[in-house]
């Protein structure tokens, strides 16, 4: 017999990924520049000038041994030393290479974390709406996924509700700022009460209740005045899981990393738990070159300006054009109340207008899109007569 729920989940592919694959067939069929797939969050700024000069001059430079080769099991010791040393610089912490264990990408990163921390019987919370592959990562350690729905008006985090499901079981809470499906960066009046009540439960409950910080997003932010804040400066007990694949858009070379402060319960244990689930996971060695560019480029960031131009063009005009949006404080999504109950139904008939949408029913909110707009700006203004002719087809406008 074979693993079914491994089968299912091959069968079941994510609404995301199948809706991606609808897209490439549908431009096969009509041509690419007639479908407007907004679908999968796949960076279409380039990388940093240095990223692809580094790569070069990495290969020229180096022997093949060197750049190919297995590097420790937890990475590079120069790349871990240069990622601390560019946060220490960043939020003044005081991180060292030690704190650091190289992944392949945030999927490893979250996925190593739960199965390193996870007990028969343990819970996970997050905030809805969180990256349906949440679920995939807890479920398959062993583990329960929570969710606590955040304010329906703000999408900020409701603490009433938060308070309602943390228990005895509570492991973690899982944090994704700013959040894919949203956009919304979790203020710091909230990072601070969040801090505060998992202490409490800490103490209420005679266990550690770490805090998971998926920061995949962090570093795209498109004003000044928002501030995201940096999870360890306020709450010893958090591990956080990063990639490399939005902030330098490279999402193909599968590079990040867990952090896990000194200052954070059993944090040699749980170190230790890490490179172990590492191992069992088969997750051993992070892409050795990857890694050469990172400790080489680190703290560089793709250039921002174009998905600011189009989060301010789709929802100024998805707005104009009668839609409900949460406005995006980060990352590269906009979440869009469908124009009618049933948001796969409301995806359906958006096809119609070859617009390509993601309903966030697996997302844990029900009647909302995501719109990912990490695409060409030429294909935003194309697909705003398609948008406004699905309004239409609803009698907003």
């Known amino acids: ?3 079914t729920q491994m089968e299912q ?32 969050g796949n960076p279409n700024v380039p990388a940093p000038a240095d990223v692809n000069v580094t790569y070069k001059n990495l290969i020229d430079t180096h022997d093949d041994i060197w750049l190919h080769g297995y590097t420790s099991a937890s990475g590079d010791l120069d790349t871990r030393r240069a990622i601390a040393e560019d946060l220490n610089r960043r939020f003044g912490t005081s991180f060292q290479a030690s704190n650091l264990y190289m992944t392949c990408g945030a999927a490893a990163s979250l996925k190593i974390t739960i199965t390193a921390m996870v007990q028969p019987g343990d819970e996970f919370v997050t905030f809805t709406p969180f990256f349906p592959e949440y679920r995939v990562f807890v479920e398959t350690s062993g583990g329960k996924l929570v969710t606590s729905p955040t304010d329906p008006e703000t999408f900020q985090i409701d603490f009433d509700n938060l308070d309602a499901v943390i228990t005895d079981k509570t492991k973690a809470v899982l944090v994704n700022s700013p959040n894919n499906p949203s956009g919304v960066v979790f203020r710091e009046e909230s990072v601070k009460k969040l801090a505060s009540l998992l202490a409490e439960k800490e103490q209420a409950y005679g266990h550690t209740i770490y805090l998971i910080t998926d920061e995949p997003y962090r570093e795209l932010v498109y004003d000044e005045e928002i501030m995201v804040p ?11 899981c990063y990639s490399y694949s939005k902030s330098l858009s490279l999402p ?52 921002l300006s174009v998905y600011r131009t189009n989060r301010d063009l789709l929802y100024d005009a998805l707005t104009e054009y009668g839609y409900t949006c949460v406005h995006p404080d980060g990352a590269f999504y906009l979440f869009v109340k469908a124009l009618e109950e049933d948001a796969v139904s409301f995806c359906e008939r958006a096809k119609d207008f070859e617009l390509l949408l993601v309903p966030a029913d697996s997302f844990g909110t029900p009647g909302y899109v995501r719109i990912a707009y990490c695409v060409t700006t030429d294909q935003i203004r194309r697909s705003l007569p398609a948008f406004r002719n699905l309004a239409q087809a609803y009698g907003r406008i």
């Open 252 to 303: 193909g070379e599968r590079i990040g990393y867990i952090l896990i402060p000194d200052e954070a319960d059993q944090a040699a244990d749980l170190y230790a738990a890490v490179a172990g689930a590492g191992r069992a996971l088969g997750y051993v060695c992070a892409p050795s070159l990857a890694q050469h560019v990172i400790e080489r480029c680190v703290g560089q960031v793709a250039d």
């Open 9 to 40: 989940l091959g069968k079941a592919p994510s609404k995301i990924r199948e809706i991606f694959e609808y897209g490439k067939r549908r431009k096969a069929e009509i041509g690419e520049e007639n479908v407007f797939d907004f679908s999968i």
């Open 1 to 3: 017999m074979i693993n």
């Open 230 to 240: 940096y999870m360890t400066k306020y709450y010893r007990d958090t591990v956080v």
